[in-house]
């Protein structure tokens, strides 16, 4: 059975900082290339971060560039997404995903490539 949990959300002040974690189960997680998005109310869940099987690519939503760090950890089956820098636009709740298989250096932003999702957690930045 295919499982991605998601969990490290909160309520922070501007400023600071989270760092999400997504547990994978049920697929081979090197054969999958893994992404972050986020929905908040009111708007279309957009694609913020996704890396490559080989870790060889990258991609970054322009607004979180330079605070938000995507990584991956294949031999513990789990994707981080840690968030620096937080401001009240970036409260959504955010979801892991995972599309593949998948080799090489694909990576997409577009939700409607990802095959498997997490449930979501709730990510809060207000004073």
């Known amino acids: 059975q295919v499982q991605l949990v998601e969990s490290g959300g909160g309520l922070v002040q501007p400023g600071g900082s989270l760092r999400l974690s997504c547990a994978v189960s049920?697929?081979?997680?090197?054969?999958?290339?893994i992404g972050w998005f986020r929905q908040a109310p009111g708007k279309e869940r957009e694609g913020v971060s996704c890396k490559s099987t080989n870790a060889g690519r990258t991609y970054y939503l322009d607004s979180v560039k330079g605070r938000f760090t995507i990584s991956r950890d294949n031999a513990k089956n789990t994707v981080l997404l840690q968030m620096n820098g937080l401001k009240p636009e970036d409260t959504a709740v955010y979801y892991c995903a995972a599309s593949g298989p998948r080799f090489g250096n694909y990576c997409d932003l577009d939700a409607g490539e990802y095959d498997y999702w997490g449930q979501g957690t709730q990510v809060t930045v207000s004073s």
């Open positions: 049920g697929f081979t997680l090197d054969e999958y290339a």
